[in-house]
């Protein structure tokens, strides 16, 4: 009877901790994203290739927000940003590909920088969002395409977009709004960092992109254009075109620097690296959403910026909307980008 309850709690305790059933929760306890040293986790161990980037340190001390139904683990830490000078809470999370399979153990993961829109402030509804009737989560989402073979098997850093609430029509961009904090550097450098500090990462721009929606979706497609360099690919639901935060005014110079049209046609003129961005609209949204997608691509979608669109009938603008039909746009840019190469 003993080793039949024993089971029976090992079967039930994922269950138990994924609706946080006391005494079974684990929300707030420490996490880590690697296997123990002498089980074949990174420490210590070489790349698997050359495209490899071992975790650089020092560690983050994640604290769990949410166990998933397989195991996998949602974290959160507070990041003090050495490059913007800008602190704040970013999400993490990692398929149990990551931690579970030892043939890629010592392989690089891609990385997706996941921005949600509204607030942005002091949460990330991308972290523990669950959309739909059926309650699913991107990062569920994400597994099961994996497993289908239609997505790479992204690391999730979902940062907090914007350094106070968005209180009377006063948002960021995602930018480095001159006298403001420096959301853009955030985004740009030190989450990427904290990701570099943390996880087995992949060296090239093959291996690193953005998705986001409406103000995030924007900061997404300017990125990219931006850091061509550092960032490959971008999925922008229901994105602005142009920076149009209150804000820039004074500062026309620094909004044209950020304005993905200007960027687009630089990038165009230098003929470039090659980008790629997703975009998803809902047939229920805003009419000059859509249009101004639509005439972004007619214009700029020429020569190295790439884009792809995807309209989704009866979809308004949210995060529910988007993410149920973003496989297709995942599997897009999965097509672009580098994966883990198992070790031999």
């Known amino acids: 009877m003993v080793v039949y309850i024993t089971g029976l709690g090992l079967i039930a305790w994922p269950v138990m901790t994924y609706y946080e059933v006391p005494p079974f929760t684990d929300e707030g306890d420490p996490v880590s994203f690697e296997r123990p040293e002498g089980t ?38 507070t990041l003090d940003g050495a490059k913007s000078g800008f602190k704040g809470k970013v999400w993490v999370w990692a398929p149990k590909q990551y931690k579970e399979d030892p043939k890629l153990a010592a392989s690089g993961f891609p990385v997706m920088i996941a921005l949600p829109g509204g607030a942005g402030y002091n949460t990330n509804y991308w972290s523990v969002g669950e959309f739909g009737d059926r309650k699913v989560s991107l990062q569920e ?118 304005n993905p049209q200007v960027l687009a046609k630089q990038l165009m003129t230098a003929k470039g690296p090659d980008i790629y961005i997703a975009f998803q609209v809902g047939t229920e949204e805003n009419k000059a959403t859509i249009g101004g997608v639509k005439k972004f691509m007619a214009t700029y979608g020429k020569g190295p910026v790439h884009t792809k669109l995807w309209e989704i009938p009866g979809g308004t603008h949210s995060g529910a909307s988007y993410l149920s039909p973003m496989e297709g746009p995942m599997e897009w840019i999965s097509g672009h980008m580098a994966g883990p190469t198992p070790s031999s």
């Open 40 to 77: 074949g986790g990174a420490p210590g161990r070489k790349p698997a290739d050359t495209g490899t980037l071992m975790p650089t340190g020092p560690r983050a001390e994640f604290r769990n927000v949410k166990t998933l139904r397989d195991g996998s683990q949602v974290g959160v830490v």
């Open 141 to 258: 989402s994400v597994s099961k395409w994996y497993e289908q073979g239609r997505s790479k098997p992204f690391l999730l850093a979902m940062p907090v977009l914007n350094p106070g609430p968005d209180d009377e029509g006063i948002y960021w961009d995602g930018s480095d709004i001159p006298d403001q904090p420096k959301m853009g550097t955030w985004l740009t450098e030190d989450v990427p960092n904290l990701i570099r500090a943390n996880f087995r990462t992949i060296k090239s721009r093959d291996g690193w992109c953005y998705m986001g929606s409406s103000t995030g979706g924007f900061a997404s497609l300017k990125t990219v254009l931006k850091h061509p360099d550092k960032f490959k690919t971008a999925i922008a639901n229901g994105p602005d075109i142009v920076p149009d935060s209150p804000l820039w005014r004074g500062h026309e110079k620094e909004k044209a620097q950020n």
